[in-house]
């Protein structure tokens, strides 16, 4: 099943609002404003053309708006919220054994890492946000 016109306009938006808010206002702050729809769209849209799209459009983008982890998740999180997924951002840090730090930032849905290429790739990173965050809020 196509995306339908409606949410390829609504992930576009998101995709290209989202973004710069990043760089001036906390993710927290932003998380925050992602709300938990009452009405699931579950049988009209599907997930995973959501985030092709998303991830097409933010690469297409210049800086502030290019592809990164964390853009991707933040725009998949409004989005899918919007739809009305649980779904949860999180972030991560990890540690190479040079010591180097890196970071990624996925979505996670039923306690599994969702929509991410490497299913396996969120486990390298220790959670340090996580969106909801956990006080029983949406």
Known sequence: MALPLS??????????????LLEVMSLSR???????SS???????????V???????????PPPWRH????RAM?????????????ELHVGVSRDDRGDVGAHAWLV??????LERDQDH?????VIARFPERSGKS
């Open 122 to 126: 969120p486990a390298r990173f220790k």
């Open 51 to 61: 985030a092709d799209w998303v991830s097409r459009v933010l690469w297409r983008l």
């Open 75 to 87: 725009v998949l999180f409004y989005v899918l919220r919007r739809a009305g997924r649980p779904v």
């Open 30 to 36: 932003l998380a925050r404003r992602c709300r938990l």
């Open 109 to 114: 849905r039923d306690g599994r890492p969702y």
């Open 7 to 20: 949410w390829r306009l609504r992930a576009t938006v998101a995709a290209v609002i989202l973004p710069p």
């Open 68 to 71: 990164t982890c964390l853009r």
């Open 39 to 49: 009405k699931s769209v579950l049988g009209v849209l599907d997930d995973d053309h």
